[in-house]
């Protein structure tokens, strides 16, 4: 199982990106998705997970109504659209899956990306 994030970089306050999570070697549709992120010096965090194509996903408070993530099936991609990008924001970006389900615990999930850095300045 491999799984590979994308679509970090150096971002102005208030721009967006857009980060990628290419999934291989799982039956993508049963798998939760989610995204985490360690800033510098801070311990990992949940930001956003997405347990199926059908079901609700989650967002952390502090990304809530910035933040939107998607699956393609097709591609076996999840996104995470991320807008109003904050200083706060800064850190790098890790993408998971789980089975049978997941939640904002890092236990719950089986394997794991390498990371995309994601960093907010002007």
């Known amino acids: 199982v491999q799984l590979q994030a994308s679509g970090g970089g150096l971002v102005q306050p208030g721009g967006s990106l857009r980060l990628s999570c290419a999934a291989s070697g799982l039956t993508f549709d049963n798998y939760g998705i989610g995204w985490f992120r360690q800033a510098p010096g801070k311990a990992r965090e949940p930001v956003s997970f997405s347990r199926t194509s059908d079901g609700a996903p989650y967002y952390a408070p502090a990304v809530k109504g910035r933040v939107t993530i998607s699956r393609d099936s097709a591609k076996n991609t999840v996104y995470l659209q991320m807008n109003s990008l904050k200083p706060e924001d800064t850190a790098t970006y890790y993408c998971?899956?789980?089975?049978?389900?997941?939640?904002?615990?890092?236990?719950?999930?089986?394997?794991w990306g390498q990371g995309t850095l994601v960093t907010v300045s002007s």
């Open positions: 998971a899956a789980g089975w049978p389900t997941i939640g904002t615990i890092e236990s719950e999930y089986d394997y």
